[in-house]
């Protein structure tokens, strides 16, 4: 399988701003805001649809820990967390991430 996102959670492309035993951060190659940053479980995992009860233990820390790495970041004014799935959701990596956005006011869509 060839996915680039087990690759840079493999820390094969140098890019990781955090890592612990279950996920890695890294800024997006295309930042659509001033910070923009995704986290993702080094497991992989092919979006939010694919996951399920078994994924049970991880998913509550994968939630703290996209907050600990905004916080790291400094986003005092708060922040935006994305994930995309599925083609009318705009997903077009298929290894789950979450988009951390910031550093200034983001429209909302909903
Ligand atoms: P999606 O639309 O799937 O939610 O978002 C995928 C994101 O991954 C996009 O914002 C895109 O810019 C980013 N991305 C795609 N390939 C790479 C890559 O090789 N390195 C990094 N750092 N980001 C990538
Ligand atoms: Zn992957």
Known sequence: MDCIFCKIAKGETGELLYEDELFVAFEDIHPKAKVHVLVIPKKHVESLDALSKDDKSWLCDYLLTI?????????????????????DGGQVVHHLHAHILGGKKIDSLV
Do not use: D
């Open 67 to 87: 907050k600990k790495i905004a916080n790291q970041l400094k986003l005092k004014n708060g922040y935006k967390v994305i994930i995309n799935n599925g083609p």
